[in-house]
């Protein structure tokens, strides 16, 4: 079946460790993008790719990276110097194809730092 | 500012009750898009629309391009709708295209 993998659903990390985040999909979607959820508020753009090998900051990428070497997989990553890491993180893909930019998510990622 | 504001924030109803959610949003958008998020946290697209109504089931989408307005109602509501429901907007214009703004969500809760 066609969807879009995030692993794992739990993560837990040490303070001052960097830790990526796996998003693996299998539409053939040219687009993919990083949300990060905190409690009380709207899905925040971390990252976002329209391409294999391009990628633009969203609106909070402070402390956050991100690579598109395969049109597949977008990983994120981590650092230490994201000041409150701890939060839920969703990856989502679309397709212009049709005029459609439909987004299709993934299951998420629960990352604790202590 | 928020782009998207929705209300309520929190959502309680009798099963069977009708359900209104609502989503005002103040960016120029090529289409909104109603979102469900169950607690395990995935989340689920229930309508795209640009203009009218659509509808699927018990849910029914209207969006007002004019008023800068959608509502997401749920007709003989059932415990198992209870979620989070999530109004998101996709902008229209150039770094803008494509990429979506969400509002907070409501959290509905059903009992029976």
């Known amino acids: 079946d066609g969807g879009i993998t995030q692993s794992p659903k739990y993560l837990f990390r040490k303070e001052g460790q960097n830790v990526t985040l796996s998003c693996e999909q299998n539409?053939?979607?040219?687009?993919m993008y990083w949300y990060r959820q905190d409690p009380g508020q709207g899905l925040r753009l971390i990252y976002y790719?329209?391409?294999?090998?391009?990628?633009q900051k969203g609106d909070i990428a402070e402390g956050y990276s991100v690579s598109r070497e395969k049109k597949e997989s977008f990983p994120l990553t981590v650092t230490s110097a994201q000041k409150n890491p701890t939060a839920f993180y969703l990856c989502?893909?679309?397709?212009?194809?049709?005029?459609?930019?439909?987004?299709?998510f993934g299951p998420g990622t629960r990352l604790t730092v202590t | 500012k928020n782009e998207v504001e929705q209300s309520p924030q929190n959502l309680t109803a009798q099963e069977g009750e009708f359900i209104t959610i609502n989503c005002s949003y103040s960016?120029?958008?090529?289409?909104l898009h109603w979102l469900q998020q169950h607690p395990g946290g995935g989340i689920v697209s229930l309508f795209m629309?640009?203009?009218g109504k659509k509808k699927h089931g018990r849910l029914i989408a209207t969006i007002n391009i004019q008023e800068k307005h959608s509502s997401l109602h749920i007709t003989a509501s059932h415990p198992r709708d209870s979620a989070v429901y999530i109004c998101?907007?996709?902008?229209?214009?150039?770094?803008?295209?494509?990429?979506?703004?969400f509002g907070r969500g409501t959290q509905l809760t059903v009992w029976p």
């Open positions: 960016v120029g958008i090529s289409a």
């Open positions: 539409l053939n979607h040219d687009a």
């Open positions: 989502a893909s679309s397709s212009p194809r049709g005029g459609s930019y439909e987004q299709y």
């Open positions: 998101a907007v996709r902008g229209n214009r150039g770094s803008t295209l494509g990429r979506l703004y």
């Open positions: 629309l640009s203009s």
């Open positions: 790719s329209q391409i294999v090998n391009d990628f």
